[in-house]
């Protein structure tokens, strides 16, 4: 199916399947990879994009409901600061907002709240916090919290507008009522209305200690940017899921279905005519190499009783061969 949308800009033309999803179409086809794969049922919201300006889940919708439209993705906002010999306009004011807040720990999730918060502020230059807290509320963070992408995106809006903000030379203190210690009494038992309330929260949160006297340490308890968070606010491939796979082959592997028995002859003479097949590997065609999949001791770790792919299987599930071809679908035709 030919599907046509203009992504960052530039327009694309693919031809997929009529059931691919815009997720498996901007990964695994178009190399987007700031589009991250997370729960894959619109929960999340790592997948977010936007289209014609308004954050979707790519994950539960069709690369076909996207014809037509425009595809905007975190490679299109920003730029690193320091291209070496390249002057850049650098970051945009919402990534840097992130970087300076602290708003990143894993990075996972962070294309997608700048993206969901980036459309809010192109339609609200001075957004309340519930405002910002509503534009968030379709991505969820495992590991950042939400308070500081809150504080993050108001700190950038105030910058759009001009308003002068203060550079942070402190942690940002988190709301005073969430240390208000517990009143004499309370047992922050579970229950309902405001008082309950405070004693549930009172009764999880950590109690913090501040050192006191004037800090003179250079870099402790000072804010400090992440080391890598000029590369996470961008969406740079950073995590094991982001691996280039385009233009490789797909490998499958034929398992034992018997629990011990010897193989006497491969035939792979069907599946190697199997147009789009690039090789069958049998314990013929590679060197015998052996190794243990047991044992840590040194110099050798034994016992020394494996084979990639041996003339012999061992249990049920064991390595007959390995199929590589052009694309999943012809890898499991060809087993
Ligand atoms: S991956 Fe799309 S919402 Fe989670
Ligand atoms: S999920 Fe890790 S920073 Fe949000």
């Given at each position: 199916?030919?599907i046509r949308?203009?992504?960052n ?5 693919v031809?997929l399947?009529a059931d691919?999803?815009?997720?498996t ?22 997948c ?25 993705t975190?490679?299109?906002i ?31 999730c ?34 950042t919290?939400y308070?500081?992408p ?17 550079p ?5 203190p988190a ?8 009143e004499a009494?309370?047992?922050g038992?579970?229950g309902?209305?405001p ?10 949160m ?12 250079a870099?402790?308890?000072?804010p400090e ?13 950073a ?9 490789m ?49 040194h ?9 990639s ?12 061969a ?5 694309d ?8």
């Amino acid at each position: 199916m030919r599907i046509r949308f203009n992504l960052n800009g530039n327009p694309v033309d693919v031809d997929l399947p009529a059931d691919t999803t815009l997720l498996t179409t901007l990964r695994e086809h178009l190399g987007i990879f700031g589009v991250k794969h997370g729960c894959e049922t619109g929960d999340c919201g790592a997948c977010t994009v936007l289209l014609d300006g308004e954050p979707v889940n790519t994950c539960v919708m069709l690369a076909a409901q996207a014809d037509g439209k425009t595809i905007t993705t975190i490679e299109a906002i920003g730029e690193h600061p320091e291209h070496g010999w390249k002057q850049t306009a650098g970051l945009s004011a919402l990534q840097r907002a992130f970087v300076e807040t602290g708003a990143i720990q894993c990075g996972y999730c962070t294309p997608a709240m700048i993206l969901a918060s980036g459309s809010l502020l192109s339609r609200d230059p001075n957004p309340s916090e519930a405002d910002v807290r509503q534009s968030l509320s379709g991505v969820l963070c495992r590991c950042t919290g939400y308070l500081k992408p809150v504080q993050a995106v108001i700190r950038a809006a105030a910058v759009l507008r001009g308003d002068p903000v203060e550079p942070i030379e402190a942690p940002i203190p988190a709301p005073s009522e969430l240390f208000t210690p517990p009143e004499a009494g309370e047992t922050g038992g579970v229950g309902s209305g405001p008082a309950t309330e405070l004693a549930i929260r009172t009764s999880v949160m950590p109690r913090i200690q501040v050192a006191p006297g004037p800090e003179t340490r250079a870099s402790v308890g000072r804010p400090e940017p992440k080391v890598d968070a000029v590369k996470l606010v961008q969406g740079k491939p950073a995590f094991a899921a982001d691996i280039e796979m385009r233009g490789m082959l797909v490998a499958k592997v034929l398992h034992s279905p018997l629990a011990h028995a010897r193989i006497r002859k491969i035939d792979a003479s069907m599946a190697l005519a199997l147009p789009g097949v690039a090789a069958v590997l049998t314990w013929k065609d590679i060197p015998r190499v052996v190794y243990s999949t047991a044992g840590q001791s040194h110099p050798i770790p034994g016992p020394l009783d494996t084979f990639s792919l041996d003339n012999k299987v061992r249990f049920v599930g064991d390595r007959v061969a390995f199929v590589a071809a052009e694309d999943e679908a012809t890898a499991e035709k060809a087993l």
